[in-house]
């Protein structure tokens, strides 16, 4: 692989922690766009690495959550989600690609990445769930009873499709930024 620039790795990691910046500032302030706002964050957190900037990735998470959190300061519970575990999700992803070449291992990183979406969604639940009336809707406690069953299963099955999805929009942003010529 060539080899690139500080410069260079600075210069694409700070688009992308705009773009991402932007992305998720704007989910925050048009409630119907905050799943696409996430969305787009975190391809634009891919961008980095697709070049293999491990700290220009980062780095890019960090600043573009900062970024957001200052744009929206009453608008963290929002942002919760994205700062936690989706943000973070592609950078584990690439790790887990370059440094994971046994099977069993792989499945134990799988392992912890589903226990750890599902720790979110449970986060979710008890603590931002209320704040937003949840716990008034007439399905609650029926919902409430089983919502350890309804996460383990149903957010595992959900996480498995979400990660193999996030690895081929890796693929398919890394055939892209391949294109970009210095």
Not at 32 to 54: D, H, R, T, W
Not at 110 to 134: H, I, M, N
Request: glycine share 8%; with cysteine.
């Amino acid at each position: 692989m060539k080899r690139f620039s500080k410069s260079y790795e600075i210069a694409l990691s700070a688009i992308a922690c705009a773009f991402a910046a932007m992305a998720l500032t704007l989910g925050t302030y048009v409630d119907v766009m905050l799943a696409a706002g996430y969305l787009l964050a975190v391809f634009a957190l891919m961008v980095p690495l697709s070049k293999e900037f491990i700290w220009g990735g980062a780095l890019a998470f960090i600043g573009a959550s900062l970024l957001a959190f200052l744009f929206n300061i009453g608008g963290i519970l929002k942002l919760a989600p994205f700062m936690i575990f989706f943000g973070l999700h592609p950078l584990v992803n690439f790790l887990q690609k370059k440094y994971i070449h046994k099977l069993p291992v792989h499945i134990a990183v799988f392992a912890v990445k589903a226990l750890w979406f599902d720790g979110v969604l449970l986060f979710l639940w008890f603590l931002v769930g209320p704040l937003f009336g949840l716990n008034e809707l007439s399905f609650y406690p029926e919902l409430a009873k089983y919502i350890y069953y309804i996460v383990f299963f149903g957010g595992t099955l959900l996480f498995a499709a979400y990660d193999y999805m996030m690895f081929l929009c890796q693929r398919s942003v890394n055939a892209i930024v391949r294109r970009i010529r210095r």
